[in-house]
Each structure stands twice: as C-alpha cells, then as structure tokens.
C-alpha cells in the first residue's frame, strides 16, 4: 500500500526507485523505495519488511495542496506516526487530523483511502500489520520502541 498519483490526473509523474540527488540523505539502507516526481509533488516512500510486520517512511514535498490516494487490496492496520505538518487523512468517509508527534491508529478495509496535504514537507513513520498481526499495534510503546531502533538516528 502507497500513496500514489492518479495517473489520472497526474499523467506525466515520474514513478522510479531512485531517490533525487537532491533529498539523498533521506535514503535509508536496506529499505525498498518507490518514489513518484511530478509538478505538484516529489513522495518518497521507503519500506523495510520484518517478521510479521512492515515499516515505512514517508517523506512527501508538496509544492501546490492536492490529495493523493492509497488503495489496499486488502485489510490492514497501521500505526501513523507523523513527524512534521499535521495531514488530513479520511478512511471510510471518516476524516482524521494527525498532528505532528502524534499517534494515529488506521484501520484500512480494502479500498480507496486519501490524504489532503497543504503546501508543505510531511514525513511520517508506519508500524504495519495483517490481520493475524494487528495485536502489535495495541501496545504503542512497544511500536514507539520499534520504530526508534530503526529511525532513531534519522528521525526520532
């Protein structure tokens, strides 16, 4: 699950694995990248796989306020963590203000889910499961603990 651009109305971005020369730093080792260019955004997702979970980065630049939409093909859960901007998210018609240094439990059924980004930098941490999984996610220590053995020295 990515956020993505419609290639709808977004029909020229640019889908690749290599990170721009100018955000560089951000590359993570041993994580697999999907990074979309376009006008309106650069979205630069990183992903490690572990047992029985998966972690994300997120570090999106927004340069004009757009949506950009995440489609799961089936159920999963996700703890967001959001390190800079405070994003809109709606899932399940229902809309969620995360805030900067916030914890935020989504629970995505398969589906089309979206984001509403302002102009700005956003970057954000996920712990996700599967359903046999989701036990993870209720203890947020243990996530928060998770997350810092892996992005501590970059971003927490």
């Known amino acids: 699950m990515l956020f993505h651009l419609s290639t709808q109305h977004f029909p020229n971005a640019i889908r690749t694995t290599d990170i721009p020369r100018e955000y560089a730093d951000i590359s993570l080792s041993n994580h697999t990248r999907n990074v979309t260019i376009d006008d309106a955004c650069t979205l630069i997702h990183q992903t490690v796989r572990e047992q029985g979970y998966s972690l994300w980065v997120n570090n999106f ?40 240094e916030e914890f935020c439990l989504l629970d995505l059924s398969p589906g089309f889910h979206y984001g509403r980004f302002e102009k700005g930098t956003y970057r954000s941490l996920h712990v996700m499961v599967d359903e046999p999984n989701k036990g993870i996610l209720s203890d947020q220590e243990y996530v928060a603990a998770l997350l810092r053995e892996h992005y501590f020295d970059t971003y927490i």
Do not use: A, C, D, W
């Open 61 to 100: 630049f927004i340069h004009q306020p757009l949506s950009l939409y995440v489609l799961s093909m089936e159920k999963m859960y996700s703890l967001y963590y959001s390190i800079e901007n405070t994003v809109n998210f709606s899932s399940r018609g229902q809309m969620r203000h995360i805030r900067p």
